[in-house]
């Protein structure tokens, strides 16, 4: 393999793009969440929901700047690396990437003021309308990016010009592409996913340490469950868009599951190593039959193989193939955690029973608390790599929209970036896991809320919670 | 220190009438948008 410029060029398009895709798919859930944690609050004037809501809030400020940062990178990088791209397609996706910014990151950033330094000014009810608006902003921001990739997956309502440009003919067949709405909930739900496990892990983690601490047992059962309901949910988008896959994209299909041969009755391979050039598995561990009916919904169904398309319009086989299980795998395992927490909330109606009691539950979810930023990368490897030899599906060659410039220049740009991402985000990074670690109560903080008593043993509702001594407790 | 991110009013503390806040929310939200339109404009200074 030649590190040439195109190489080079892909490969600091990739790593610049898979550090920024973790601060908007956190920050897009975390804003949701600071929401929701605001309007409870309102909506009771319980004191841990503010606490909460001041404690995450931090985070958000410094997650939505970084990942402003690391975002302007990648818009730079499409007139430095990739030029040519930009000459053929910008009158198509430029237009959507302007609406992004126009419509949405305006708005979030306009905002964000008044969510940071108004609430005294303001008052609760305005503030509340900046947060939601804040987050409704992170949406229409994904709604624009995803808009834009999804035309680059399964390009409509374009025409090429004579000069070889593209040109948009119907701008609502740009916007709303035939993937697109299952690409848009799959990914506001994977942001929603990280979020939860993020905010699931920290809350574990206080509590593994203060296991009376109120707000952390409060945000951990809030977090566990979104992600009992969402995971399950995303299995269902990740399915129907998979089956969006295999009708628009059958090669990124293929590689995905390996399937070399075209036939029926494709065999599910849980594991396996793609060998490009000799066109097969060298070893493959898999289920027989059932590759058809979990891609096409039924196993008669005929599945093209990688043999069907000629050499170089293959996409490189085993990092989707590993890139995808990676996803699916870590998707299972957010359904098993949610599924556990949910079991563990049901139960654990009684004090010493719930998911905050159960120290296995608390580690796993500390475990799992990256997982969701794993799956964001993974997923993203499957949908872009997936997508090669081309950059806009069908019409443009990744080879043919890189930049002119020399592999040197992008050798040196690519370093700099390593060594510059390392020193930024790592201090970033460090420093919103150090806040985190330290929890949302200020060091030696008395907790706001008192733990809610049993009621004497031999009393007919001895295992249920005492509401009257919850309200004694606080009153002292 | 004042704590940088604004906490909400300390319950019964009396509000500011309505007009004041409105203009600090709009205030606020119209400096957020000059922010970035300055920084916008300081980059495209900058590349060209």
């Given amino acids: ?476 | 220190m004042p704590a940088i991110i604004e906490p909400p009013p300390e319950p019964g503390a009396t509000q500011p009438p309505l007009w004041k806040r409105l203009a600090w929310f709009f205030g606020l939200a119209a400096a957020g948008t000059l922010a970035t339109a300055a920084v916008a404009y300081a980059l495209k200074a900058l590349l060209k």
């Fill in chain 1, 1 to 476: 393999m030649d590190l040439d410029a195109l190489l080079l060029s892909r490969l600091q398009f990739a790593f610049t793009i898979a550090f920024h895709i973790i601060f908007p798919s956190f920050t897009i859930g975390l804003a949701s969440f600071l929401a929701v944690l605001e309007g409870l609050w309102l909506a009771t004037r319980r004191e841990a929901f503010k606490t909460l809501y001041l404690f995450w809030v931090k985070i958000f400020a410094l997650s939505f700047g970084m990942g402003v940062v690391s975002g302007v990178v990648m818009s730079y990088q499409l007139g430095t690396n990739w030029s040519v791209f930009s000459t053929i397609v910008s009158p198509v996706i430029g237009p959507l990437l302007a609406f992004e910014v126009l419509t949405a990151f305006f708005l979030e950033a306009s905002f964000l003021g008044v969510m940071l330094f108004g609430w005294r000014k303001v008052g609760p009810r305005l503030h509340f309308t900046a947060t939601v608006t804040v987050a409704v902003g992170t949406l229409i921001s994904a709604f624009w990016i995803i808009s834009a990739n999804s035309w680059m997956q399964h390009p409509a309502g374009f025409g090429r010009m004579p000069d070889g440009t593209l040109r948009a003919l119907d701008w609502m067949s740009v916007i709303f592409s035939p993937t697109f709405p299952e690409r848009f909930a799959h990914m506001v739900l994977a942001a929603y996913l990280t979020t939860a496990l993020v905010v699931g892990a920290a809350s574990a983690w206080r509590l593994l340490r203060q296991p009376q601490e109120t707000e952390s047992r409060l945000a951990l059962r809030m977090a566990v469950g979104m992600f009992a309901i969402v995971a399950p949910l995303q299995l269902v988008v990740g399915d129907l868009s998979g089956k969006e896959v295999l009708q628009v994209q059958p090669a990124k299909l293929a590689a995905i599951e390996a399937f070399w041969e075209t036939r029926t009755e494709q065999p599910f391979h849980i594991a396996a190593w793609p060998d490009r050039a000799a066109e097969k598995n060298q070893w493959e561990i898999s289920i027989p039959k059932i590759g058809s009916w979990i891609t096409a919904g039924e196993s008669a169904a005929e599945i093209k193989g990688l043999k069907a398309f000629a050499p170089e319009d293959r996409p490189p086989v085993a990092l989707v193939f590993w890139a995808f299980r990676v996803m699916v795998g870590l998707g299972l395992a957010m359904i098993a955690l949610g599924a556990w927490g949910a079991w563990l909330i049901l139960r654990g109606r009684r004090p010493g029973r719930g998911p905050e009691a159960v120290r296995p539950f608390l580690w796993a979810c500390v475990a799992m608390g990256p997982a969701g930023f794993v799956a964001v990368i993974a997923g993203w490897i499957v949908a872009e790599v997936g997508r090669q030899p081309y950059v806009v599906y069908g019409v443009l060659r990744t080879a043919d929209a890189v930049s002119p410039v020399g592999a040197g220049s992008v050798s040196a740009s690519l370093l700099a970036f390593l060594v510059v991402y390392a020193v930024v985000f790592s201090v970033g990074a460090l420093y919103i896991l150090r806040l985190i670690a330290a929890g949302p109560l200020p060091p030696g903080a008395a907790d706001t809320e008192p733990p809610i008593k049993p009621r004497p043993p031999g009393y007919a509702l001895g295992a249920a919670p005492d509401p009257a001594a919850h309200e004694e407790e606080a009153r002292r």
